[in-house]
């Protein structure tokens, strides 16, 4: 087993409970992680026996440009879509990270991480 890792991917989006948050959107930051059989792919050296890091890529981004009031939302129609998409991914995790959080106080960042396993 192996994992592949995408960190500090930097967005743009709209999310939140706030009218305010779907018209002016923040920065967000998520990591993203995956667990799969990656003996296969170390042997091949061929891009098909792997997890490919640009598809992980393009399903946070899109499911981040989808407006919602929870980050808990967006990490589940994440992990969702990965299972969905790459049959090889076994365990995955995703943080989301909305920065500046509009919270009343000086607050870097608020993190929301889900986990899910085949």
Same mark, same amino acid.
């Given at each position: 087993?192996?994992?592949?890792?995408?960190?500090?991917?930097?967005?743009?989006?709209?999310?939140?409970?706030?009218?305010? @948050?779907?018209?002016?959107?923040?920065?967000?930051?998520?990591?993203? @992680?995956? &667990?799969?059989?990656?003996?296969?792919?170390?042997?091949? *050296?061929?891009?098909? *026996? &792997? #997890?490919?890091? #640009?598809?992980? $890529?393009?399903?946070? =981004?899109?499911?981040?440009?989808?407006? =919602?009031?929870?980050? @808990?939302?967006?990490?589940?129609?994440?992990? *969702?879509?990965?299972?969905?998409?790459?049959? &090889?991914?076994?365990?995955? @995790?995703?943080?989301? =990270?909305?920065? $500046?959080?509009?919270?009343?106080? *000086?607050?870097?960042? #608020? &993190?929301?991480?889900?986990?899910?396993?085949?």
């Amino acid at each position: 087993m192996g994992k592949v890792r995408l960190e500090n991917i930097r967005l743009y989006a709209f999310h939140g409970c706030l009218k305010e @948050e779907g018209v002016i959107g923040s920065d967000y930051r998520v990591d993203l @992680e995956v &667990t799969a059989d990656l003996e296969k792919a170390s042997a091949t *050296d061929q891009l098909s *026996d &792997t #997890v490919d890091y #640009v598809v992980l $890529n393009r399903i946070v =981004s899109l499911e981040m440009e989808l407006r =919602s009031h929870l980050l @808990e939302t967006v990490g589940a129609r994440i992990l *969702d879509r990965i299972f969905n998409e790459i049959d &090889t991914v076994s365990a995955a @995790e995703v943080s989301i =990270s909305k920065i $500046n959080p509009p919270i009343g106080g *000086d607050v870097q960042q #608020v &993190t929301v991480v889900l986990s899910k396993t085949r």
